[in-house]
């Protein structure tokens, strides 16, 4: 039936008072990270106010929040016409917008929406973006999702992520 949706919010950026940039279609370095650096805690207090607000007020179960889309990639740059993604690098940049945005979902007591990362463009980036997770942050995601617009390491992913213990979506594909 209908009321059993599966509902995920995602970001695929920040606003643009948040960017480096000035912009939301990206940087004007597309393989430099366009959320500004005093931002990140902000950022995350956005994501999780724009999650309570459909979570309690719209009254639509809230199953998951993605703060990053194909953050790995350098498709995103300064007025394109796309706007689909922010660069954010693995590592620490992920690592902290992931951290961030779990303290922020936690604080408003939302606590059974799961934290999902890291929504990469291809298998082999999923793969690089977790192996590049601090503990911290990969005890925060509950779910590693991919898209899956490159397949090449498809079955190392799926292998990783069983001897993990990670629940593997694929959430977006190209055909």
Known sequence: SGDKAYVEVFSNSPPYFMCKSGCSSGGADPNENNLKDDCYDWFAEYLAHVTQYINNTLKIKVSSISP???PN???WH???EKQEGCHFDCGES???IILATHREIRKRNLNNIEIVASDETAT???ILAYENYTDEAKKAIDRISTHTYGTDKIAELGRLMKSEGRNLWMSETDW
């Open 124 to 126: 082999d980036k999923a």
């Open 68 to 70: 990053m889309n194909e």
């Open 73 to 75: 990639t350098d498709f």
């Open 78 to 80: 300064l007025n394109s």
């Open 94 to 96: 992920q690592n902290k």
